[in-house]
């Protein structure tokens, strides 16, 4: 079973802080990773993806990825209120375009 | 900006009713998804769509399922006899390449 492990949380962090989230993924095969927030009741929304190791970003968000240590990680910047969701971790294994997700993970933003 | 669209937003149905759950893709998208979400658990992938034919399909994509691309917009779902745990938010989603843009859901009610 390829399993997507995320911490559930929830994770809180002051407004202005640097969130940190954490994955990881079994399968040694996958090849893209993707980062989507999702509201309560809302559906998934893309953040960004990564395939090369080492660091991307994108604006207040940087994703990285450590395929020896089968770890992917998003860091958001200057964190907001308006960030408080639930982050998911996605990846795709080299068999397809399948995204196979984590449970995700709670983050909340305090004022 | 595109988007996916999805109708409609919540289906009630009796159990071993068939319903249909419609998808218009973003236009130029050339790969079509169905995931589905029941309350309190992950995205799970069902079945992936190219070239008008199924590319992928997961272990929940049995008999009971089908997909259609019946003209050059629309992407449907189909559960011919619908049982309790088919209850869940559907997502489609579309993409040009890997990156996967969902919308907003149909949550299907099965009683």
């Known amino acids: 079973q390829k399993e997507v492990e995320q911490n559930s949380g929830p994770l809180s962090v002051p407004e202005g802080a640097i969130a940190s989230l954490n994955c990881t993924y079994s399968d040694r095969g996958s090849q893209s990773f993707f980062w989507y927030r999702q509201y309560s009741g809302k559906s998934p929304e893309l953040i960004m993806f990564i395939y090369s190791n080492g660091d991307k970003e994108d604006g207040r968000f940087t994703a990285q990825l450590n395929k020896a240590s089968q770890y992917v990680s998003l860091l958001i910047r200057d964190s907001q209120p308006s960030d408080s969701a639930t982050y998911l971790c996605a990846v795709i294994s080299n068999s397809g375009y399948a995204l196979n997700f984590g449970k995700g993970t709670s983050l909340l933003v305090t004022p | 900006e595109p988007e996916v669209t999805q109708t409609p937003s919540h289906q009630v149905t009796q159990m071993g009713q068939e319903v249909i759950l419609h998808c218009v893709p973003i236009?130029?998208?050339?790969?079509f998804y169905w995931y589905r979400q029941i309350l309190g658990q992950k995205v799970e992938f069902l079945v992936s769509?190219?070239?008008?034919?199924?590319?992928?399909k997961s272990e929940i994509f049995d008999d009971q399922f089908s997909v259609e691309r019946p003209d050059g917009s629309n992407f449907t779902l189909k559960i011919r006899s619908t049982k309790l745990e088919d209850s869940a938010m559907y997502f489609c989603a579309s993409s040009y390449d890997i990156e996967q843009f969902f919308g907003p859901g149909t949550r299907l009610t099965v009683l």
């Open positions: 236009s130029n998208h050339l790969y």
């Open positions: 769509f190219y070239n008008n034919e199924i590319s992928e």
